[in-house]
């Protein structure tokens, strides 16, 4: 497994993910580089959400990756994949972390991290993407209206050194990520669903406007989200089609 030891690190960038997709237009990165930044003053969040961070509190970062051995088509494995990594090094610290349908990580019923993945695509091919990764850390108070913010601080108790975390969660990224080189994608499938914000559960859900009870029995290859209905029915739902109801 090669290490990802190409860090660029920042004190302040509107985004990390920006500037990786600048800088992949002008320099060969090596696969696994890593943008940090200590503060981002646009952050990005999924659709037109911003990501709250407080400076030099937190772990934001992109990472560039060369998944050209996969076809466009099981591009959704990424994000499982990635996924995996956050859950995995989480877990190491507090027990109850979940990941929430598509890519969020939750602790109980609270976002402690998010993920913004961007691909670059020609054709079926994947050429590059930069992965996103936001996770709360050492920050204790929020002020966006993000519905249930929590950090590792607010759970544990106590602060974290940034430099280490990065690396526990270099670790465990990597790994995943060599899985899914080895195309390990039915350990990968099982693993995420076992992890699953909610799944087999029955739960209240909302699609426009009207709520139904269902339980989530899988994900597809594109990404919906599969959920059983009372009566037996296997619904599908895209990101943004469906909420989940607290
Ligand atoms: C989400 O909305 O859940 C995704 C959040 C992703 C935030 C990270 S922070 C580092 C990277 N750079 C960005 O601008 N966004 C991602």
Do not use: C
């Amino acid at each position: 497994m090669k290490p990802w030891n190409n860090i660029i690190q920042l004190d302040s960038v509107s985004s990390t993910n920006s500037y990786a997709a600048e800088l992949i237009k002008k320099e060969n990165l090596p696969e696994g580089t890593i943008i940090i930044a200590d503060e981002q003053s646009k952050g990005k969040g999924i659709g037109s959400n911003v990501w709250e961070a407080e400076k030099g509190k937190n772990l934001t970062f992109s990472i560039v990756l060369y998944p050209n051995f996969m076809d466009v088509s099981k591009q959704f494995m990424i994000s499982k994949t990635i996924a995996l990594g956050i859950q995995k090094y989480l877990s190491f610290k507090t027990r109850h972390i979940s990941i929430k349908w598509p890519n969020d990580i939750y602790y109980t019923d609270k976002k402690i991290a998010g993920i913004l993945i961007e691909n670059s695509i020609t054709g079926s091919k994947i050429n590059h993407t930069i992965v996103g990764i936001g996770i709360n850390i050492n920050q204790t108070e929020f002020f966006s209206d993000a519905p249930n913010p929590i950090s590792l601080k607010q759970i544990v108790g106590s602060d974290f050194y940034l430099k280490d975390e990065l690396v526990e969660l270099k670790y465990h990224l990597a790994k995943y990520y060599n899985r899914l080189k080895y195309k390990s994608f039915k350990e990968i499938n099982r693993e995420y669903l076992l992890n699953l914000y909610k799944y087999k559960v029955w739960s209240d859900y909302k699609v426009q406007d009207t709520l139904f009870r269902g339980k989530i029995t899988g994900v597809n290859d594109f990404g919906h989200l599969q959920i059983t209905t009372p009566d037996n029915e296997v619904k599908e739902f895209d990101l943004k089609e469906i909420e989940f109801v607290f």
